[in-house]
């Protein structure tokens, strides 16, 4: 099983999960654990071992969040771009190799934004801290948006590609 496969199984990611997840709620409503994760880190500073409690609490947030909004179809920005992604776990063959170089370089500069993230949290520096969290978010944001051409160019193969009734391009 690969590292995105892994990750899909350990948020528990089956077809439902996908559809629920393809809410915008849901897409937008993970974006905010970004600035509250390190806001919980940072906390340790003013409330100590308290701290503890927020950040379990973004935890908790990013492992049940995919299930908690209601299906939708992938009619929004962020609903294709989250089936699509899904596309993608199902079979990376069907990015072309242009698009696995983007998606290569957002990976770095997400790591590396989350490099910056955690340097800025361990010496309790502001500006890594949120240009780290920019750096994350502005990848995420294109990797949702090449995932959404990704969907758009899966149905356009495939014709309509809707709920659990959904197929790859090979299909």
């Known amino acids: 099983m690969g590292a995105k496969n892994t990750v899909a199984w350990a948020f528990g990611m089956d077809d439902e999960a996908w559809r629920r997840h393809a809410n915008p709620w849901s897409v937008w409503t993970r974006f905010a654990a970004v600035p509250l ?3 919980a880190i940072w906390s ?5 071992w308290w ?5 379990a609490a973004v935890v908790v947030w990013l492992f049940v969040n995919p299930t908690v909004f209601r299906p939708v179809e992938p009619r929004g920005w962020a609903a294709r771009g989250i089936h699509g992604e899904r596309a993608w776990v199902r079979d990376a063959s069907l990015v072309p190799p242009d698009h696995r170089a983007v998606l290569r370089l957002l990976v ?5 934004g989350f490099a910056l993230v955690t340097w800025g949290l361990v ?9 780290g969290a920019t750096l994350v ?5 294109w990797r949702i948006d090449r995932f959404g051409w990704l969907w758009e160019r899966v149905e356009r193969r495939s014709g309509p590609v809707h709920g659990s009734q959904a197929r790859t391009a090979d299909t």
């Open 51 to 55: 701290s503890l409690l927020p950040i």
């Open 108 to 112: 770095v500069l997400g790591l590396a």
């Open 37 to 39: 994760m390190p806001a």
């Open 137 to 141: 978010i502005v990848a995420q944001l």
């Open 44 to 48: 340790r500073t003013w409330i100590g």
């Open 123 to 131: 010496r309790l520096d502001v500006w890594p801290t949120v240009f």
